[in-house]
């Protein structure tokens, strides 16, 4: 399965294409997290070379950004795979959508916890909750994150506005 239009959307909504400058070309910024980040919240988990001063062009920062949702569309697919092989069906496309969009944000690692388990489960009522949980950023609750939760956990459950 890959992102839809749905998807991509929601991640790009959040992420911003940011730090752009006077002639139209981007360079890095610290997240919440201190982390060095460019683009639509490219880091160096997805371009490791990727270090403060970096300039992009728009066409990179796009780019880069399809190129790696591959890497998390996988991470999804694997979970999904868990959860059919545990009998719980197939993830539909909104929740493929969801779990890349929260898999973008947080790493992998969000997919071996409470989120994951409810997927894998099929305890899918439960993920919107699961989700919301995930809204710190260097130890601080940020009002993006709980927007972004609150609207992964919307598609999740498949309300697409």
Same mark, same amino acid.
């Given at each position: 399965?890959? #992102? %839809?239009?749905? =998807?991509?959307?929601?991640? &790009? ?6 730090? +752009? ?5 981007? %360079?890095?910024?610290?997240? !919440?997290?201190?982390? !060095? ?8 988990? /997805?371009? !490791?070379?990727? +270090? /403060?001063?970096?300039?992009?062009? @728009? ?18 697919? &694997?979970?999904? $795979?868990?959860? @059919?092989? $545990?009998?719980?069906?197939?993830? $539909?496309?909104?929740?493929?959508? #969801?779990?890349?969009?929260? #898999?973008?944000?947080?790493?992998? =690692? =969000? ?10 489960? =099929? @305890?899918?009522?439960?993920? !919107?909750?699961?989700?919301? @949980? ?5 130890? +601080? ?21």
């Amino acid at each position: 399965m890959a #992102t %839809t239009g749905n =998807g991509t959307a929601l991640i &790009k909504a959040f992420e911003s294409c940011l730090k +752009k400058m006077s002639n139209g070309m981007f %360079t890095t910024y610290r997240c !919440p997290a201190n982390v !060095p980040t460019i683009g639509w919240g490219t880091t160096a988990s /997805d371009v !490791p070379s990727l +270090k /403060d001063g970096d300039i992009w062009s @728009r066409q990179k920062c796009d780019d880069v950004f399809a190129a790696s949702l591959g890497k998390y569309e996988a991470y999804v697919t &694997k979970l999904g $795979n868990e959860r @059919r092989a $545990n009998g719980n069906g197939l993830l $539909n496309s909104h929740q493929f959508d #969801t779990l890349v969009s929260f #898999t973008y944000n947080c790493g992998p =690692g =969000g997919l071996s916890g409470n989120v994951g388990r409810a997927v894998r489960e =099929g @305890r899918d009522s439960q993920v !919107p909750e699961y989700l919301s @949980r995930w809204n710190k950023g260097g130890g +601080k609750i940020l009002a993006g994150l709980v927007r972004r939760r609150k609207a992964e956990g919307q598609l999740y459950l498949g309300d697409v506005s």
